[in-house]
């Protein structure tokens, strides 16, 4: 509020405007009247995908000029750039843009934030727990350590220059996101096999698969943004925690076909190197800081959200 009372429109910068996550969460925030700045490293890709409804400015993160403009006017930054971690094996270059698109676009966009800006909002994911079959994680529970493995040092490395913002910001969040189920991204990529009755568990299919719906994702990171309790690390997963198996099986299911087959885990060594902890990992995440903040999931259950991606909109 103003002086005289009346609602000022605060400014939000999206980073990874053309994302999964941001095109969820970018309506969201439109409705709640907030001013959206999002970025892109394509001139015209977000005016052509987003018909001027928010402000595009290019952004490349290693550009220091570009990432002071990018901050003009802006109090608010929800930060979920970063290059995808599925695809293909990681290699030497690979791991470096992986790293780099995370951690140094972390560090570079911290350095030159405004004064303008009180409130900071960056990704981060359950890698930065420890991989345990047995162990349950929430936000107070202990962390991974950086020799657990490459993701588990990039997702440390990527909160420690998350937390630097507090000596520039009010507010710091790190958003500890799950496996992002929707009509998109890995979803998207797996639905045919499924539906030509090739799916499969991985390995014995114990390890935890921590999971959340898109819709559910998107207004989580928006209640976090409005609620101003919520702080430091908060795990944006489902609140029921399941197996890879169970999720593969509820999959199946909701596209009737069968799961009967198994991919065992020395070939995804073989087939994807370094990358195939992202399949055998093993995470049992519960998003405690929502629930005891009352935020309520319209996903609580994996048949559910399978259900609403395939069946209601269809």
């Known amino acids: 509020m ?3 009372g009346n609602s000022i429109q605060e400014t939000v910068l999206v980073t990874g405007a053309m994302g999964f996550v941001a095109s969820e969460l970018i309506p969201l925030l439109l409705k709640e009247n907030y001013k959206i700045i999002g970025t892109t490293r394509r001139k015209d890709s ?3 995908f987003w018909k001027g ?4 400015r290019v952004w490349d993160y290693r550009d220091e000029t570009q990432t002071e403009r990018i901050l003009e006017n802006v109090s608010i930054v929800i930060h979920l750039q970063g290059e995808n971690v599925g695809e293909g094996r990681w290699t030497d270059l690979r791991k470096k843009e992986i790293h780099d698109s995370r951690i140094l676009s972390t560090k570079n966009l911290i350095n030159k934030f405004p004064k303008s800006v009180h409130t900071f909002i960056s990704a981060s994911a359950i890698s930065v727990y420890p991989s345990s079959r047995t162990e349950h994680f929430d936000e107070y529970s202990k962390t991974s350590t950086p020799t657990d493995g490459f993701l588990e040092s990039v997702c440390l490395q990527w909160e420690e220059e998350a937390k630097l913002s507090k000596q520039k910001v009010e507010r710091e969040v790190r958003l500890r996101i799950g496996l992002v189920l929707g009509e998109k991204g890995l979803i998207a990529k797996l639905k045919p096999v499924f539906l030509f009755g090739l799916g499969a ?5 114990n390890q935890g ?7 559910d994702l998107a207004r989580a990171i928006l209640f976090t943004l409005q609620n101003k309790n919520l702080e430091g690390p908060v795990n944006l997963v489902g609140p029921n925690p399941i197996s890879f198996s169970e999720l593969a099986n509820s999959f199946g299911k909701s ?11 020395w070939f995804l060594k073989l087939a994807l190197g370094e990358a195939s902890a992202l399949p055998l990992g093993s995470y049992y995440i519960h998003p405690k800081k929502l629930k005891d903040s009352g935020f309520q999931f ?14 209601e909109r269809s």
């Open 2 to 4: 103003d002086k005289k």
């Open 209 to 215: 698969c921590p999971w959340i719906h898109i819709h």
């Open 46 to 48: 977000i005016n052509n």
């Open 298 to 311: 319209n996903f609580e259950k994996i048949e559910n959200a399978f259900m609403d991606i395939f069946h």
């Open 255 to 265: 596209l009737n076909r069968p799961v009967f087959l198994n991919i065992p885990g």
């Open 201 to 205: 568990s991985i390995a014995d299919g």
């Open 53 to 56: 409804k928010i402000e595009e």
